[in-house]
């Protein structure tokens, strides 16, 4: 079955760049039905969404993170990544990539449905000096 | 402070039914379809509901979706010791011009 596997350092100092990458594996991330997307959630907190990428590239960002997000695609290594630049200790969390299912954006009947399934088993990045 | 409420907590004995809800807007919930995660301790969260009311391949038919305006309620019926968990509600918000996800807040369920 699809499963994911979130990777990348642990421990990012402050105004430094977060990098992570999630590797699909039992599935191509070129299906044409789905986005794959980031989701995080600091420590005792809730989820947040930080963005989605279809395999062409298109994106879609959490308004609040967009100016430091960016999401890309590497079809050839089944993998996507996540960059958020100029972290601070508010950013630490656990990050999950997970499969983003149904319709994003421009929807059919204007309701958009779309939900996660299923989740990788996330990483937690500690932002600290 | 989250675009979606929920309780923080809800409680009941194990056997008995809960109800976890999720009040929205005319931009998200009112508009478009609501999807509920299960979130164990220590774990990440899994799929329950999606599309309303729709339970994906696995999830036993105790656990139920439904959704009505602005808001939306997830219910539990024959509540297991194993049902102990952290739930949100998630859905798209159509506000902005590209849209967005939102979550609840969460609510902890206790079972007693």
């Known amino acids: 079955q699809l499963q994911l596997q979130e990777s990348g350092p642990g421990l990012v100092k402050p105004s430094e760049t977060l990098s992570l990458t999630c590797t699909v594996s039992?599935?191509?991330?070129?299906?044409?039905?789905?986005?794959w997307g980031w989701i995080r959630q600091p420590p005792g907190k809730g989820l947040e969404w930080i963005g989605s990428?279809?395999?062409?590239?298109?994106?879609y960002y959490n308004p609040s993170l967009k100016s430091r997000v960016t999401i890309s695609v590497d079809t050839s290594k089944n993998q996507f990544s996540l960059k958020l630049s100029s972290v601070t200790a508010a950013d630490t969390a656990v990050y999950y990539c997970?499969?983003?299912?149904?319709?994003?954006?421009?929807?059919?009947?204007?309701?958009?449905?779309?939900?996660?399934?299923?989740w990788g088993q996330g990483t937690l990045v500690t932002v600290s000096s | 402070q989250s675009v979606l409420t929920q309780p923080p907590s809800v409680s009941a004995a194990p056997g008995q039914k809960v109800t976890i809800s999720c009040s929205g807007s005319?931009?998200?919930?009112?508009?478009?379809?609501v999807s509920w995660y299960q979130q164990l301790p220590g774990t990440a969260p899994k799929l329950l509901i999606y599309?309303?009311?729709k339970r994906p391949s696995g999830i036993p038919d105790r656990f139920s979706g439904s959704k009505s305006g602005t808001s939306a309620t997830l219910g539990i019926t024959g509540l297991q010791t194993g049902d102990e968990a952290d739930y949100y509600c998630?859905?798209?918000?159509?506000?902005?011009?590209?849209?967005?996800?939102?979550f609840g807040g969460g609510t902890k369920l206790t079972v007693l």
């Open positions: 990428i279809y395999y062409s590239g298109s994106t």
């Open positions: 997970a499969r983003h299912v149904g319709e994003i954006g421009y929807c059919s009947g204007g309701s958009c449905g779309n939900w996660f399934d299923p």
């Open positions: 005319s931009s998200n919930i009112g508009n478009n379809y």
């Open positions: 039992g599935g191509s991330i070129s299906s044409s039905s789905y986005y």
């Open positions: 998630g859905t798209w918000d159509s506000s902005l011009s590209a849209g967005e996800v939102v």
């Open positions: 599309e309303n009311n």
